[in-house]
């Protein structure tokens, strides 16, 4: 059976730079929602804040007008898994877990990156699942590194590297039907990343890809439904659910962690690229 090709776009080493300014702005971004998040702030609060951060940094935010998405933010609070509308109605309360997903596009190229926070005080087992989605995240980065490293690397060998970091780590649900994505002059681009499968499929990791690697995991079953508005995810067992992302390129010499201000270098080491400063502070 054929497959369809995929349009990958390649980027020069010239322009991952670029895509590393886009990156920073976004980290920069969530970085202050993080230190923002609290009880009693809207989501709306933390949606002004990343456009500001974005605008005084001179980009723009990607989300909004994207598809007629109306902010920069998707605040994805409890049961919300991904791109639920920030509202000034929606007011953070103790004990809520919330993802916030942030995207910039500065000079043409974007970044797209996102965080789970905890509320005030917050269940050990919903700051656990952040955790085991932060490290499948990882976990897939790495794979993306080592597989481009040894020449001999899949697509698909991210996704197994985030599946089995899930399924390690315990009974979680791994939402399906959404995942990470290529990123460059546009958001979304080929290919599609899975959060979910064997290994050894798809296209070569080679140098100059650049990835959007998303895992969502839930506390109960990985079924999800999306509401009337056209856009929020809901777990469809009203169980808590958890969103980590990072864009990320591979360098012929190592991968780079676009939206980590450390380039990634605190989790994968001697896998990120020269061109990250090794002295760079976290
Ligand atoms: N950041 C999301 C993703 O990773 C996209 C958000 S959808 C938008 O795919 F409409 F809000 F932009
Ligand atoms: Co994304």
């Known amino acids: ?4 090709q995929l349009d990958i776009q390649l980027k020069t080493p010239e322009q991952i730079e670029l895509m590393r300014a886009a990156g920073l702005v976004v980290a920069a971004a969530l970085d202050r929602m993080r ?13 002004a804040i990343a456009e500001s951060v974005i605008r005084e940094a001179g980009g723009t935010p990607s989300f909004k007008g994207y598809h007629g998405y109306p902010a920069s933010i998707c605040s994805s609070v409890n049961e919300q898994v991904v791109h639920a509308i920030p509202a000034p109605t929606q007011v953070l309360r103790d004990g809520d877990l919330i993802s916030i997903d942030c995207g910039a596009i500065l000079d043409g190229w974007h970044g797209d ?9 917050v269940r050990p087992e919903l700051l656990r699942m952040a955790e085991v989605a932060q490290d499948a995240m990882w976990a897939g980065i790495r794979a993306a590194a080592r597989g481009m490293l040894s020449g001999r690397g899949r697509l698909t060998d991210i996704s197994y590297a985030v ?4 399924r390690a780590a315990g009974r979680y649900g791994i939402v399906e039907g959404y995942g990470g994505h290529g990123i460059g002059t546009e958001m979304h681009q080929d290919p599609h990343v899975l959060n979910h499968g064997r290994p050894g499929r798809g296209p070569k990791l080679v140098p100059g890809m650049a990835l959007a ?4 995991v839930t506390l109960g079953s990985p079924r ?4 009337d508005d056209g856009w929020t995810v809901i777990t469809r067992d009203g169980s808590i659910a958890a969103h980590v992302e990072h864009t990320m390129a591979l360098l012929d010499d190592g991968v780079w962690v676009l939206t980590a201000p450390d380039g990634g270098r605190a989790r994968l080491g001697d896998l990120v690229t020269a061109r990250e400063p090794a002295q760079s502070s976290a």
């Open 1 to 4: 059976m054929r497959r369809p």
């Open 35 to 47: 230190a923002a998040v609290a009880p009693g702030v809207s989501t709306a609060d933390l949606d």
């Open 113 to 121: 990156a996102a965080i789970t926070v905890g509320v005030g005080e």
């Open 163 to 166: 599946e089995r970091a899930v």
């Open 213 to 216: 690697i998303e895992p969502m």
């Open 224 to 227: 999800t439904v999306e509401l």
